[in-house]
Every structure is written in C-alpha cells, then in structure tokens.
C-alpha cells in the first residue's frame, strides 16, 4: 500500500470516529454555513445603509428598515457562531476520548512481544501527542476549510450579483495568493521536517545528559557535554531561523496580495462607478466590494496553512490506525475457565523463540509435580524471565505444549492461568494510588484488615506505618519509595491472593539482607504445600529445590537436583564452585 | 519574564529596527482608508479618472513597501527569537551542570528536560510576536482611533466604547479558559502517567488480570479530559461571536449616528469618510484578535520563564576552589572524621561516620538498603557535602579540592548502569584525550569485558544507542566498571556495580581488580564481594555497627553475622574464615 492510501485510509476511518456524532456535525455545519452567509449579508446591508448618506442629505425612510435588519441578523449570527465552534470543540473531543480508549483498550490486549520489542515513549506519544494532532489539526482543520471554502463561494456569489467585471479583478489577482502561498509552504515544510528533525536530537541529548547527571558529574564530563550541546543547538538556530523566517514571509505575502485585489477593486471600483448612471454601482457596492475583498482572500491563505495542517494531521492518525492494527492476542472467548488448579504443571517438547533465527528454549520437558520447588540458575542474560513468560503466557510456545492442572494451557482462558500463579518479578511496580490500592491490586475487594496481614507478612507493615497517611498514602512509580520498599509492597500484593502456584523472579535481590532473611521465612510459608518456580541466587534455596533447571545463554543445558547436578560435573557444578572460590 | 529581558540586549538592533518597520508598515496600513475616502469623495464625486487612477497607484505603492518594511521585521523577528531561544539553552544547560545533586533532586530530572526544551520555546515565540505584534496590534488600535477622531470626533466615541466593551468581555473569557486549559493540561499528564504505568507495569497487569480494571481508570481520565475540554470549549467560543456582535454594532451605530451627522452637517462627514471609518473599524477588530492571541501567548511565555528563572536562580550549593590543595601522600588515602549527613527529607543518612583508608588498601562496605552506604559514596565524590564532620583525601579537605581535579583522584562505578549514546571510545573516555585505545583495552581487559567488546565489528567505534540499549544490563556494568578504570584514578569506587553479574564473572573481575595499584573501595550487599577486604565497614542505619576484617567482624559484630548466614550456611562460613 502507498503511503497516499495509507492516508486515504486514515481519512476514511477517522472519519467513522466522527460519524458517531454526526448530529453534531450536521449541526455545526449548518451552522457554518449560516452564520457566514450571513454576516457576508450584513456587510451588503451596511454598503445599502451607506449608501443612503448622500451629498444631497440622508435617505433615512430608506436606511432605517436596513438598519434594523442588520440588528436582528447580528445576534442570530453569533448565536450560530457559537453553535459551530461549541459542536466542533465537542466533536473533536470526543472523537479525542473514543480513539485514546480504543487505543488503551487495544494495548491491554496486545501480545507482549509487541510492548517489549516497541519504544514505550513512542506508545506513549501515540497516545497523547498524535491524538492531540488529529484533534487539533484535522477536526478544527475541516471546520476552517469548510467555514473558508462556504465564504469563498458566498462572497463570489454576492460579488458577481453586485458587478461581475470588478469581481473578474478579484478573482484574477487571487491565484497570486495562492502561488505565493504554494512557494512558500515548500520552502517552510522541508526546513520545518529539518528543524523537527534537530529539535528531536536535541530533545534526546537533553534527556539522557540530564537524566545521567550523576555519571556526568562523576567524570567531569560538563564541559564536553556542553560542547556537544552547543553543536546542537547551533544547528537548531540556523535552521530555525530559516524556518520561522519562511514562514513568516506567509503573512506578509498574502498581505501583500490583499492590498493589491483591494488596490484594484479601488480602482475599477471606482472608474466603474465614476462612470455609472444612477441606479449602477454605486458607491454603497464599491464599500461592500472593499469588505469582500478582504474577506474573500483571506480564506485564500487560511486554506493553504489548513492544508499543511491536515497533512500532518493525517500523518499523526495514520500512526494511530497503525497501532490500533496490530494484531492483539488470539481471542480467549470460547475457553475454559481453569477452575481448582491442582498445581502439576507440565512442559512437553516446548519449542521457543522470540525470533525465529535464534532458537532459545529447545525441547524442554519438564514435569513439576504438585507442591513442588523448581529453581531456575544460570548466569545473567541466560533467558530465565524467557521461561516465566511462556509459563504466565505472556508469550506463546513456539511448538510444544503447556499444561497446568493437566490442561493444555492454549485451552483456557489467560486470565484463569494467571490467577492461579502469584507472581513477584524482578522489576517492581507501583502506581499512583494509595498504598492500600496497590497491596489490594489483585484484590479489589479486600479488607483492611486482610491488606494490613498481607503487610505483616510480607514485612511491609512498619515501613507503611511510618509513611505519613499510613496506608492511605498515595504513592507514584517515580520517587518516594526505595527500592526495597517497592518489593515489599509486590511481596505483600501476592500474599494477598495467595493462589496455588508461585513464580518469583529474583524477587528477593534488592532488598536488604536480614528483611530478605525475614521475607524468606513468610515465603517459605507461602511455598509450603505450594507449587513455586524461583529465579533463584540463594545456595540454600537452590539447594533445596526438588528440581533446577540451569540455564545458558537460552537453553536449558541441566536439569536435576543438586546433588545430580553436583555429580555430573557439568556448567552448574561449575557454577556452584565459582561461587565457593575465595 | 523581566529576567530574561537581559538576553534581548544582545539584539538591540533588531529589537528597534524589526518593530520599526512592523510601525512603519501600520502607519501605510492606515493611510490607506484615508485614500480609499479620497477617491470615493473627490474621483467618483468629481468623475476624475485621472485622481482615481494616481491615488490607486498610490495604493499600490503604499502595499509594497509595506510588504518591503515587514519583510524586513519578520526577518528581525525570526534571527532574535531563534538567537535568544538558543543563547537561553546554551545557558541554561550550562547552569544545570553547576548544579550539585542536592538541587537536581529537588527538581527532578524530567522537569529539567521540559525547561530546556518546551518552555525555552515558548519564551522563544513570545519573542518572536514581541518584536512582529506587539507594537503593531495596540498600534493599529490606537492608530485608527485616532484617525478615527480626526474624521469625526463624535464618532470617535463609538471606538472608545468598542475598545471597552471587547476588552470587558476578553478579559473575563480568557481568565476563565487560561484556568480551564491548566486543569486539562493536568488530566492529559495523569492519561500519559497511566499510559506509562500501563506499559511499565504491563506483566502485574496481566498477572493480576486487571486490564479492566486498567481500562476503566484510563477511560475515567479520559473523561475527565474531555469534561474539561468542553467546558473550555464552550467558555473560549464565546469570544469569537461576542467580538462580532460588538464590531457589528459598532458598525451599524457609525452608519445610524454618521447618517445623523452627514443629514446635519456635523463633523463635515461624508460618504467617503464614513466608509473609511467603518474600514478602520474592520482594522481594529483584526488587530484585537491578534491581541487576544498575543495574551495567550505572553501568559505562556511568563509561566515558562518563571519556571527557567526557577533554575537559574537555583545556586549549587557545592563551590569549587581554583586552587589545588597540598597533598600528602603519607597521609591516609581516605579519611572520615565523625561525619554526619542528612537529606533534606530529614533523618540523618549518616551519623558519626569516622574511618581511615591507606594507600592501596581495598575497603568493603556493607549493610541493607537504606544504611548509607550509597550516601557515603556521594559524600566521598563530594556530590553532597556533609552536614557536619570531614573527609579528607590525601591529608587534605575534600572542599579544598577542585571539583574537576577531586574527580579525577576518584572514579566511582555507580549502581547503575548507564552509557552515553555515542561511540564506545566516547563513552569510555568521557571527553579525556589523554586516555589511549590501549588503555580502554586494557580496562576492558581487567572489567571482564572483553569477551563481548573483541565480538564488536567496529570496535572501539560502534555506536552505543541511548541509554546503552543496544547492550545487556551484565555488559553494560562490565563497560561502566571499564570507564572507570581507564580513567586511571588513585581510589577505585564500586557502588553495588556487580550486582548484574554472575558469580563466576563477578569473581574474576574482583579478583583483577584487586591485581590494580589502587585504593579500593566496595560496597555490597553480597558478603562474598567484600569477604576479603582489608578492612569492611558495616552500616546499620547510618550508623557504623562494625569495622574490621571479616574474621574479626564474624566474631564482634553480630549485624554482620547475620547478614553472612542468610547468604551462608554456617559450615560455608567457617570455611570462608578458615581460608582468610
């Protein structure tokens, strides 16, 4: 598909969005369209009223009616007006609210092989900048270019009803506008996409020199970095001054243009009325005229900047569309719900990759019996997360199969599987609200009481105490809380639930040794009777696992228990005695 | 806003001559009604195709040096604007890196990025309609006000009363919006705060299978965000139709009360020169939608220069001296003398922390998350200064050194991992040329790091990506341990900077490090990591709970007791004293 029909497409398809309020945009429509009709009559009405004042006295029998005509349209217009701008703001932020939820609604069902592998500020920037883009760019766009293109043919209208030669002038001296404008609309939109494209190398550069302020104080790197900076920004201006000064020829230019049609319908306007008769045009007509001129040109220069808009406009939506296309995980409708987990859990010839050049996880077989504890070993980067995220199905098996309760995992839906492991992983997530809501995440319902025991359990309960509002304290995933304290609370979230299957994910590394001495207590607690993979560091735990699976670079290259392991005298023995070496 | 105004100067020329030429290009603008009144009044009154005909040239005469005069503003405008905009940020970045940590923490990172970027831009724009509008738009007004009194002073009453009536209605309209416009800009950071928390927290999402709950929250501040929206909408939409009723009215009250006038004879008005009024009235009312645009934007440019003169005022609280102090190279390699410290959160970090480092020794530091044991490394590198007590680096205070030159002594391998994007070379360097490629390769060497680096096509020169991505975390704490061995410093700092390793590796590196002519210092949670320093510290809560090897410490110290016995078992640990 060229990159024309994918903005084709995108037209088409925003345009749906809008079709839900197509009682609005009837509306604002018609409004549009009268309220410029309209006050395009007023400015008749005023060139008759003048008319009346003659040299010869005031022709006020004839004025008055005129005058009070123009003082009812007056009101009816700005009522109209607002109408339109009042349905246009309301269609477009609609439009705003349905697409940003559709594209929400649409990431929460998204493989996560699409999240991990996609910058999440570009996700982000869909979600806030491009809407922002189409609402701003394409739905007030359509209202000027329709508003524009209804007083374009309204004033040509009444201008050739009031006298087609001078009209002939107008028309004649606007394409001018509208060849300058073209020139300079080219000239701005490649220095603009230059401009963009510095101002983002800049942005980045800030970002991450700022965001690594510690390292590059620590090396006194300041005076590099801003001569790194300075480059930069050198660049930024030359472009931009470029940039803003093509630009702000537009205005001046089109100006120009006016002055010259309003020049010219002077003139004519005037030759032309020196000349007439009585009852010919009139020097009330000429003031009309010279109102016109004015209003019909500068639709002229709003088009063109509406039309450089629309395209970047239409850019921004075709990126959304592009996001909400993706294909979201196969539909879990007609599965079973996994009821009574029984805790068994059985690899079959699992074949797995995230790429299908680089096998990682081949023909693994595994059989975890009831209440069992599997360790998962292996140096750093060795695909231990690869393994919990086939077994929470966040990813799917390559071929193989799954089977938790001896059920085919593909064969139930995802949320029943997951609901039956508790799950703290490595990297610890909070969200803003109160401390309560986030222990209670997986647990909406739950009591105080219920939240305050999870707590205690996972030792939480005295470092909340000692936050200000205790666990009404609303905390964010920025600052506030340590490390540490963040996997307490992911720690307790998990007690909460307490389901029959456990998967912790070097739960335990940042946190400090005698808490994680304590935690381990309530974890082996919580693992008793229960089924439990661990990402395991601790001697002891691995030791005591009744299977480890020691992994490298991907693959599973052992799998036994210790003392199996130990006598084979393979990669973990090794291991194990690279860590006894001092 | 005043504050800025200084970066102005550098532009006098095109601060006067830009506005100048936006005057000059006005004052044809309203002489052009004037004109028009001429023809109407004497060349169709007259029938003289000759005067229409001049004073038409005249128009056109007057529109392009009009377009001659703004071409010239707007070149003006465009050079100021971008060369303030750029001299601010060169500024501003600069004064960022004189910062200490004490200050970065109390305004974030992230809100530093928006400073130097988006509000910069905002004062950039209102510099660029300071010098193109804002003489021109209030000029216009007055100027055809003026005019306006010229032709006839009594209808001149009706522009006073138009100006007061657009300004009465403006002012209310755009408060209530500017007030509106903020609540939503809050409601879109809390839909980019949830997006964010959604993508970061995806897989808890879906463990807790909680995506409609997540929906939900979304959609309610979506809502919220489209209530506000409107509101705005429906407030800011009045100001368009309430202008034109005002100037319509006006427009009919110069025709109604001029008719009067022209039937009695006052003011000598006539055809002409009511149409010429009515031109000027078309005049204001552009110029008073310029102004309300310029309002808006000047309110945004005063919030985001308030928020840049936020920083600028912010004074690091670390100076650095110019002169080096003596050294003295008997004297401990490091020492503390009770040192307290505290954040500005409250609670003291560190309390009476007093220790001595000799030359090429190598000091473990230990304690959970939270006893200050990072905190004693920000001291040490004088990223904070202590509240109360003395470091000393070499005999000498460490407030007595150069910042640069106290930089150079230490290099710290912090908790995390972070690369520059640029080269690698770049990145193992940091801007130092006295650093060879030998060097770099030999700081890889003993980091450990060589096994992935020699895999690398273009070597010292592939492209490191922003925020190292394009390496893995075990890799990028190798190259972040070999940055800071290249820079061949006297003490050797490593802050929990092992923590991505595994065993086998991290006990290699330990063991080359500890091969390296340096004054060592580590710190850890893992017991083995600093099991065979010469001498270990061990921080409980800001306090030292115990200082000494680790067969002394086993004995004496029973924190460190138990940190060793949840990560051995009791016979491990004999043996590891067994071996000390």
């Known amino acids: 598909m060229s990159k024309e029909n994918g903005k084709k497409g995108a037209l088409s398809r925003l345009l749906k969005y809008v079709k839900r309020s197509i009682g609005l945009v009837v509306l604002s429509m018609v409004c549009a369209a009268g309220s410029v009709l309209l006050s395009l009559y007023t400015t008749v009405l005023i060139g008759r009223a003048v008319d009346c004042i003659t040299a010869n006295g005031v022709d006020f029998a004839n004025m008055t009616p005129i005058l009070v005509k123009i003082a009812v349209i007056i009101p009816i217009v700005a009522v109209l007006q607002w109408l339109m701008y009042f349905s246009t703001n309301k269609i477009s932020h609609s439009t705003v609210k349905k697409l940003r939820t559709d594209i929400f609604a649409h990431l929460q069902e998204m493989p996560l092989s699409y999240i991990d592998a996609k910058s999440h500020g570009d996700i982000l920037s869909r979600v806030v900048n491009d809407v922002d883009a189409v609402s701003e760019g394409l739905l007030q766009g359509f209202q000027q270019l329709f508003t524009g293109v209804v007083t374009i043919i309204g004033t040509l209208v009444f201008m050739i009803s009031l006298n087609w030669q001078i009209t002939l002038v107008v028309v004649v001296i606007t394409p001018l506008s509208f060849a300058v404008a073209g020139i300079i609309s080219k000239l701005c939109f490649n220095k603009f996409r230059e401009q963009s494209a510095i101002k983002g190398e800049l942005t980045g550069f800030i970002d991450e020199r700022i965001g690594s302020q510690r390292l590059v104080k620590a090396f006194g790197f300041e005076k590099n970095a801003e001569k790194q900076f300075d480059e930069i920004n050198e660049r930024l201006n030359v472009c931009g001054r470029r940039a803003q000064f093509y630009s702000a020829l537009t205005n001046p230019c089109t100006r120009f243009v006016n002055s010259l049609v309003y020049a010219g319908v002077g003139i004519f306007g005037a030759l032309n009325a020196a000349k007439a008769v009585s009852g010919g045009f009139s020097v009330g007509d000429l003031s009309c005229f010279l109102q016109y001129a004015n209003q019909y040109t500068k639709p002229f220069n709003e088009i063109s900047g509406v039309i450089t808009e629309l395209q970047s406009a239409l850019a921004s939506a075709s990126r959304i569309f592009a996001l909400l296309d993706e294909k979201a995980e196969s539909s879990d409708e007609e599965k079973k719900v996994l009821e009574n987990c029984d805790g068994t859990v059985g690899l079959k010839d699992v074949y797995f990759s995230y790429v299908p050049e680089k096998p990682l996880i081949e023909d693994l077989n595994l059989d975890v019996k009831s209440g069992q504890h599997i360790a998962i070993v292996g140096p750093t980067g060795c695909g231990k997360t690869t393994l919990i995220n086939l077994l929470m199905r966040f990813y799917d098996v390559t071929s193989g199969e799954i089977r938790v309760s001896n059920v085919p995992i593909k064969d139930i839906t995802r949320n029943s599987l997951r609901a039956s492991y508790g799950i703290v992983l490595q990297e610890t997530w909070v969200f803003k609200g109160t401390v309560r809501e986030n222990i209670s995440y997986g647990k909406p319902d739950a009591e105080l009481d219920e939240v305050i025991a999870a707590a205690k359990a996972a030792h939480a309960h005295s470092f909340i105490m000692r936050l200000e509002n205790g666990y009404d304290t609303v905390i964010t995933n920025d600052a506030e809380l340590s490390q540490g304290q963040r996997q307490l609370l992911s720690i307790a979230r998990v007690m909460l639930s307490l389901p029959p299957m456990l998967i912790l994910d070097e739960a335990t590394s940042s946190i400090d040794t005698r808490t994680e001495m304590k935690i381990q207590s309530a974890f082996d607690l919580m693992t008793k009777g229960r089924t439990s993979f661990v990402v395991a560091h601790r001697l002891s735990t691995i030791r005591e696992a009744d299977c480890i699976l020691v992994m490298k670079s991907g693959h599973i290259v052992e799998q036994g228990t210790h003392e199996e392991l130990m006598k084979n005298e393979g990669f973990y023995a090794e291991l194990i005695k690279s860590r006894e070496e001092y | 806003m005043l504050k800025l105004a200084r970066y102005l100067k550098e532009f006098k020329l095109n601060v006067t001559i830009g506005p100048l030429c936006k005057l000059i290009e006005a004052i044809f603008e309203l002489i052009v009604p004037l004109v028009m009144a001429q023809i109407i009044d004497k060349g169709i009154t007259n029938r003289d195709e000759t005067f229409i005909w001049q004073n038409g040239i005249i128009l056109i005469i007057l529109a392009v040096c009009g377009l001659l005069f703004a071409l010239v503003c707007q070149y003006m405008a465009s050079a100021a604007s971008q060369g303030v905009g750029t001299r601010l940020r060169s500024d501003l970045y600069a004064h960022i890196n004189t910062l200490s940590y004490k200050e970065l923490d109390a305004i974030g990172s992230s809100a530093l990025v928006t400073r130097v970027t988006n509000d910069v831009n905002q004062v950039q724009t209102a510099v660029a309609m300071l010098i193109r509008l804002v003489v021109r738009a209030p000029f216009l007004v007055i100027g055809a006000t003026i005019m306006s009194f010229s032709i006839s002073p009594g209808l001149s009453l009706i522009f006073f009363g138009t100006m007061a009536a657009i300004v009465l209605i403006m002012y209310p309209i755009m408060k209530a919006t500017v007030k509106l416009f903020k609540k939503q800009q809050r409601s879109l950071d809390g839909i980019s705060r949830i997006t964010r928390e959604n993508l970061s927290g995806i897989r808890v999402v879906r463990a807790f299978s909680r995506q409609d709950y997540e929906k939900s929250r979304f959609g309610a501040e979506a809502e919220e965000y489209r209530k506000f929206a409107v509101k705005a909408g429906r407030i ?303 921080l409980d809560d800001g306090k030292v709970v115990g200082m000494g090897n680790h067969a002394q410490l086993l004995k004496s110290c029973a924190v460190y007791r138990e940190i060793c016995l949840t990560q051995y078992s009791e016979d491990e640990i004999r043996e590891t004293e067994a071996a000390n």
């Open chain 2, 236 to 538: 800011n939409a009045l100001l368009n139709p309430a202008i034109f009723i005002v100037v319509n009215t006006a427009y009919l009250l110069i025709v109604w009360i001029g008719g009067g006038f022209a039937a009695q004879g006052a003011d000598g008005l006539t055809q002409g020169k009511i149409i010429a009024l009515v031109n000027y009235m078309t005049q204001i009312s552009l110029a008073l939608v310029v102004v309300a645009n310029l309002v808006t934007i000047f309110t945004k440019a005063a919030a985001s220069s308030a928020r840049i003169n936020e920083v600028f005022d912010m004074k690091t609280s670390i100076t650095s001296p110019e002169h080096s102090p003596v050294q003295d190279k008997n004297a401990p390699a490091v020492s503390f003398n009770d040192v307290h410290f505290s954040y500005s959160t409250g609670d003291e970090a560190l309390e009476g922390v007093s220790f001595e480092l000799f030359r090429g020794e190598t000091l473990g530091i230990i304690g959970g998350t939270g006893s200050g044991k990072s905190t004693l490394v920000n001291l040490m590198c004088r990223f904070y200064d202590t509240s109360e007590g003395t470091i000393k680096i070499n005999g000498a205070d460490i407030r007595e050194y150069p910042l640069g030159e106290l930089r150079r002594i230490i290099s710290v391998v912090p908790q995390k991992a972070e690369l520059l994007s640029g080269s690698l070379r770049e990145n193992m360097t940091l801007g130092r040329s006295d650093i060879s490629d030998e060097q770099i390769q030999k700081a890889f060497e003993i980091a450990q790091a060589k096994e992935f680096t020699d895999t690398l096509e273009d070597g010292l020169d592939t492209k490191v990506l922003q925020g190292g991505k394009n390496f893995s975390g075990g890799q990028k704490q190798r190259l972040t341990i070999a940055r800071a061995i290249a820079q061949n410093s006297e003490i050797l700092i490593l802050d929990d900077s092992s923590s991505a390793l595994d065993y086998a590796t991290d006990a290699k590196l330990r063991k080359s490090i500890g091969e390296l002519p340096l004054t060592r210092v580590i710190i850890s949670q893992r017991a083995n990591s600093i099991l065979h320093a010469d001498k270990i510290i061990v």
